[in-house]
């Protein structure tokens, strides 16, 4: 998969670096050329040699090192490296490159190198959520720099948090994904909306359903790897905003959702709603919690404003793709809302099959296009068809 892939592996001090190990050892099961760079920090947690015996190239932790070489390695290193990952990435690395400090030979590379720079945050939940360490993020992200969110648990300190390095498995994922993706949506605009919208009942209660958002935030993520200017309009949720997304737009109900959609629509060239927006609003809502009585509680609903339809109505030659999430009858449903929402294609799933649907990484999916054409797919994780969708809508944008 990662056959003749020049990755330069950057390893800096913290208890994380041993994980560094399974990363190497990912990357050249999968045929990659990886060389490490350890920083004399990330040495005390693991040994040179142990990276040196996984990569099979030597390991470079000083500058003035006697050289393997006659390249002026920081250089050499540098021009060499289609990608350059930095996992574990400190605080201290971050706020380095950050800053454009260059006083070891990790930060010295990655200041010499052209190639895209994927970092992998690992530190105590204070130190990340920090908001120096935070802005070093957000600045290191608008330079192009990508992020490997840390995940949240038990640390090492002992502390309950976000912070955790992601899992290995998620970051040579995120690697593959960059050096076998073309940037063939650079061109592109796209809006995407996501997660689940929220009617309120009264100041305690309201009317949700259970999407989770992991579709939409998937899409939006190999959106921007691929090169797309993406404006994200989320309902709530507890996923992290995708790095490099142009807009964040976050919104409650079904009404903020298409406003949000029509205030942006011109802007965007494709259109994908992902989101699952509640049909229904309570008819009133009370500006004091219902108080519970012995009596049965009635609520009158009203129909909420169907979004992809009146987006249908206007879109002219822009793409719009839908979202059917059914339980039954899901081929006649889904072609009924291609006809009536005037859309493009359909992603459509059916909820009640395992791995399918809300809340989980997977799913399962026929994708139906406006002649009738139907492709299935077998289940895969939410990432994959993110591409497969993606791949749809720049087929029909050329």
């Not at 050289?67 to 920081?74: F, Q, S």
């Not at 190198?113 to 204070?126: G, Y």
């Not at 305690?204 to 404006?231: C, D, H, L």
């Not at 959702?257 to 009370?286: C, F, G, Q, R, T």
Request: hydrophobic share 40%.
């Amino acid at each position: 998969m990662l056959n003749s892939k020049n990755i330069v592996v950057g390893v800096s001090g913290g208890i994380a670096a041993y994980k560094a190990c399974d990363i190497v050892s990912r990357l050249k099961k999968l045929n990659a050329n990886v060389k490490v760079i350890m920083t004399k920090s990330a040495a005390e947690f693991v040994t040179p040699l142990t990276f040196q015996s996984l990569s099979q190239n030597f390991v470079v932790v000083d500058m003035f090192d006697e050289l393997k070489t006659w390249d002026v390695e920081h250089i050499s290193l540098a021009q060499w490296a289609d990608l350059f990952l930095i996992a574990p990435a400190t605080a201290n690395i971050i706020g380095k490159i950050s800053n454009g400090i260059a006083d070891d030979m990790l930060s010295t590379t990655v200041m010499a190198t052209k190639a895209q720079v994927l970092i992998a945050p690992a530190m105590n939940t204070n130190m990340y959520e920090n908001k120096i360490v935070q802005n070093n993020i957000s600045k290191l992200s608008q330079l192009g720099f990508k992020f490997v969110e840390p995940e949240s648990g038990r640390l090492a300190c002992g502390d309950i948090g976000k912070g955790k390095l992601a899992s290995p498995e998620a970051i040579v994922e995120q690697v593959s994904s960059i050096l076998t993706l073309e940037q063939d949506l650079t061109d592109k605009n796209i809006l995407i909306t996501a997660g689940p919208t929220i009617e309120n009942i009264d100041p305690v209660r309201y009317i949700t359903n259970r999407s989770s958002g992991k579709m939409g935030y998937s899409i939006a993520r190999k959106a921007i790897e691929r090169g797309a200017n993406v404006t994200l309009i989320s309902g709530k949720t507890s996923l992290d905003i995708p790095n490099g997304v142009s807009e964040f737009i976050q919104v409650e109900s079904a009404k903020q959702m298409y406003e949000a959609v029509v205030d942006n629509l011109d802007k965007n060239d494709i259109i994908i709603k992902s989101a699952a927006v509640a049909d229904y609003k309570p008819k009133n809502i009370s500006d004091i919690k219902i108080k519970k009585s012995d009596d049965d509680l009635i609520i009158e609903l009203d129909r909420n404003k169907d979004i992809l339809k009146e987006i249908g109505k206007i879109k002219k030659d822009k793409i719009l793709v839908g979202f059917a999430a059914e339980t039954n009858d899901l081929i006649q449903n889904a072609k009924k809302k291609i006809e009536k929402k005037n859309l493009d294609f359909i992603v459509a799933n059916d909820l009640t099959q395992e791995g399918a649907g809300f809340g989980v990484d997977t799913n399962i999916v026929k994708i139906i296009d406006k002649n009738g054409n139907i492709q299935e797919y077998p289940k895969m994780k939410k990432y994959e068809l993110s591409n497969v969708i993606l791949d749809r809508v720049k087929m029909l944008s050329k």
